[in-house]
């Protein structure tokens, strides 16, 4: 095996990230995980904007195989969309949390 190829096998993978969000006198709420590291920092910043006195947290995982991309791609384009739409919203980070703490409550993260 050639340098190339062990450096080309080394580097396959991709990075999760999970924005946990733990707002006084609410429990805390686990946002479905996301592909890369941006929409979770976009998300964090948006939710701070309305709960300064929030804990936020972004937790990574490394995945070390490309198994399960899709679905972990699927699954960012659909929290992305909330994103999106809560953005529009009078209180876009209120919104969010509302979204996702209902999503938590029917037993999913839609």
């Known amino acids: 095996m050639t340098p190339a190829q062990r450096n080309a096998e080394a580097v396959q993978g991709f990075i999760q990230s999970q924005v946990v969000l ?3 006198g609410q429990q805390s709420i686990c946002l479905p ?3 890369g590291r941006s929409l979770a920092g976009g998300i964090a910043t948006l ?3 309305e709960f300064p006195h ?3 947290s972004i937790q990574g995982r490394c995945r070390d195989s490309l198994a399960g991309l899709d679905d972990a791609l699927r699954m960012s ?3 992305h969309t909330t994103f999106v ?3 529009r919203q009078l209180r876009p980070g209120a919104a ?3 979204h996702f703490k209902a ?3 029917v037993g999913g993260a839609q």
Request: aromatic content about 0%; charged content about 20%.
């Open 103 to 105: 999503a938590a409550q």
């Open 47 to 49: 939710v701070r904007t």
């Open 54 to 56: 929030a804990s936020i």
């Open 96 to 98: 969010l949390v509302e």
């Open 85 to 87: 739409e809560c953005q």
């Open 22 to 24: 733990t707002i006084p």
């Open 77 to 79: 384009d659909e929290v």
């Open 33 to 35: 995980p996301v592909v």
